[in-house]
């Protein structure tokens, strides 16, 4: 990314199409599963946040990344996430075999209740 982006359109602005889709797709979860979230960029990538920093998504060269910023609820939905490559707080994700909606929309749950609501 030559610039740094300002907002989540700058960014998905600059990643492949199929990185793109992906990603705008798990967007527009995140923005239905939390409505109240704010947008915003952090550490260079796109962000929701809501009271505290909720969830982000980015682009690699060689996947996508959902990051809970939570290694509690990584852990806690470790057997859903089989199949996937995961670490703390993150799990990435090929543009091509996305996480599904169902599966997003529950650890955004899990974050605002983490989060306090």
Do not use: W
Not at 8 to 26: G, K, T
Not at 89 to 98: A, S, V
């Amino acid at each position: 990314m030559a610039d740094k982006p300002k907002t989540i359109d700058d960014y998905l602005a600059a990643v492949s199409d199929d990185q793109r889709a992906a990603l705008e797709q798990l967007r527009k979860i995140i923005r239905a599963e939390a409505p109240d979230a704010e947008e915003c960029i952090s550490y260079q990538t796109p962000a929701f946040r809501q009271k505290k920093m909720l969830v982000g998504f980015g682009a690699s060269p060689k996947h996508c990344a959902f990051y809970l910023m939570s290694s509690t609820i990584v852990a806690a939905y470790q057997d859903e996430l089989k199949g996937y490559d995961t670490s703390t707080g993150t799990i990435r994700f090929q543009p091509d075999k996305p996480l599904s909606e169902a599966l997003v929309r529950k650890l955004v749950q899990a974050r605002i209740a983490e989060n306090g609501g």
